[in-house]
């Protein structure tokens, strides 16, 4: 997309925003632009999900407008200056709400959108989430240039160049930890040098002298975990020293506040020197334990239940991920990325992909003439082979009901058969998160060689794709499902018949069109609903 469409973009979604004194903040991950909103009521969500560039829109914690891969990068950066131009101009107006107006406006939102979303526990999954997704993009160029670096090594070829590369990709897996305290004391509310100070203890060389619990420490010992514990305990600690108050919480008491004439002296040094020493005398133990228990467990059970393992992963994913829960996976592949050098998680978790796009080719041959189904899937169906699977789950297979379980049908099916091949000690891994589908191939690694990693995740695909399809085609619609949905569009049949009278008989019979997100539709003036049905 070049500069002038990305402007484009940013300027067609900003007003639909309710513009920018709406817009609180403005950040992307992968696929998506997220954004924090002052009125949420004056979001236009159905003109939003019009505009071309906009696969789907998604209501979290933020409110998530998906663009996809690499257009995200380039739209953002234009939707932050367009905010900020428009704050300037906007700078002198006269407000039309007083401060306590906006307070209480902003009190009752923020209790709504609590009420809706805001459980504890996907709270905290939120927040590892924001710890490790902007990490994702160092991830992928690191696993990228590694693969590259290992077929060069296999094939013996630039051998004056591989150990340039190695160093490159190795780089930022060695100091992760640091860039994880960093985030997580910045997610906590801390300073975020002080959680990347602390974690840094982990990977330094020097631990290697210390002793603690009867063995010696060894350099990266606990890994992402443990930076995480070290953070947040650093951020308690900083919180503490300047103020009283824990993170999340209300302001308690005054004691303990380092007097403010020497704050910049003794709360840095007491925050680094107290979440320092239990680290390395209590954290660095305690995480190496628990990564190394992941590790062993995630092997375990692929060794040993793989067909099962990856049936039940593949099948569960898609519904995971309407939940949030998978951000709680995002840890845990990193721990295995550190460990063995790949998840061998993530090709299984892939599988849902396959299932939703063998799933979507199946929609689109039964709804042969649901010309706006069908244009949804062949505008969303090439970002659904690269592993963004957005637009096909909110834009066809979740409003329709039974085919997004036959979508989950087709993912467990392909990680049934990646986990068998895991189990007969044929295991497929990745060297970084955030990719799938056909992105997922040059981050691809395994224990047997890179041909017979590549085929078995191929074959997952391939298998996914398929009984994802078939699974849709004979059992993803009801008798009567199919009689509502398979309808051609009002458009055309206001082409097909221009006078004022009725077609006559014999002339092919035309339907309106189906909107795929509201499931409405308009027939001789009447409105009627189609409702998901459910499995």
């Not at 630039?158 to 985030?183: D, E, K, W």
């Not at 637009?391 to 997004?404: D, K, N, W």
Request: hydrophobic share 50%; charged share 15%; aromatic share 8%.
């Amino acid at each position: 997309m070049a500069p002038d469409k990305n402007r484009a973009t940013a300027a067609a979604i900003l007003p639909l925003v309710g513009g920018a004194q709406n817009v609180t903040s403005v950040a992307h991950c992968m696929t998506r632009l997220r954004l924090g909103l002052a009125d949420r009521s004056l979001v236009q969500d159905e003109a939003l999900k019009a505009l071309p560039a906009v696969m789907g829109v998604v209501e979290d914690d933020t409110y998530q407008i998906v663009l996809g891969p690499g257009t995200v990068a380039r739209v953002t950066p234009e939707f932050e200056a367009m905010v900020a131009e428009g704050r300037t101009e906007a700078a002198p107006a006269e407000h039309t709400l007083t401060a306590e107006e906006l307070a209480a406006q902003g009190t009752a939102i923020k209790e709504a959108r609590k009420q809706k979303n805001a459980t504890p526990f996907k709270l905290f999954l939120r927040r590892i989430a924001n710890i490790f997704v902007p990490l994702i993009p160092a991830l992928i160029g690191c696993g990228i240039i590694a693969g590259i670096n290992g077929l060069l090594v296999n094939l013996e070829w630039l051998p004056a160049i591989t150990p340039a590369l190695a160093a490159i990709a190795s780089g930022f897996m060695a100091l992760i930890a640091v860039f994880v305290g960093f985030n997580t004391a910045k997610e906590f509310g801390g300073t975020p040098i002080l959680g990347g100070a602390v974690a840094a203890i982990i990977v330094y060389a020097g631990v290697a002298n210390i002793t603690a619990f009867g063995q010696k420490l060894s350099p990266g010992q606990g890994g992402v975990l443990g930076a995480l514990g070290a953070a947040v305990l650093a951020t308690y600690i900083e919180k503490w020293c300047r103020n009283g108050v824990s993170p999340g919480r209300a302001k308690s008491r005054a004691w303990g506040r380092v007097p403010e004439a020497v704050d910049v002296l003794v709360t840095p040094t007491l925050t680094v020197l107290i979440s320092g020493l239990v680290t390395i005398f209590g954290l660095m133990f305690l995480a190496g334990e628990i990564s190394t228990g992941i590790g062993t467990a995630a092997n375990w059970l692929l060794d040993n239940t793989g067909a099962f393992a990856g049936l039940v992963l593949g099948g569960l994913f898609l519904p995971l991920v309407m939940l949030g829960l998978h951000q709680a996976l995002i840890p845990i592949h990193t721990t295995l990325i550190e460990q063995q050098g790949y998840t061998v998680l993530l090709p299984i978790l892939a599988m849902a992909g396959a299932g939703q796009v063998g799933c979507a080719i199946a929609v689109f041959k039964r709804l042969k003439h649901n010309k706006s189904i069908r244009t949804t899937i062949k505008s969303a169906l090439p970002a659904g082979f690269l592993g963004v699977g957005e637009p096909l789950i909110y834009g066809v297979s979740l409003p329709l009901g039974r085919p997004f379980v036959t979508a989950c049908v087709g993912g467990a099916a392909g990680g049934a058969f990646v986990g068998f091949f895991s189990m007969i000690g044929d295991k497929v891994g990745s060297t970084a998160i955030g990719p799938s589908g056909w992105a997922l191939f040059p981050l691809l690694d395994g224990n047997k060689g890179l041909g017979l990693t590549i085929a078995i995740y191929a074959g997952g695909l391939l298998v996914g794709y398929l009984v994802g399809f078939f699974a849709t085609y004979f059992f993803g619609f009801s008798k009567q499902m199919l009689t509502d949905l398979n309808t051609d569009t009002a458009e055309d049949a206001a082409a097909a018949h221009t006078g004022p009278e009725p077609a006559t008989v014999g002339e092919p019979a035309k339907a309106p069109r189906l909107d795929p997100d509201t499931g409405t539709a308009r027939v001789d003036g009447t409105e009627i609903t189609v409702r998901a049905v459910e499995p």
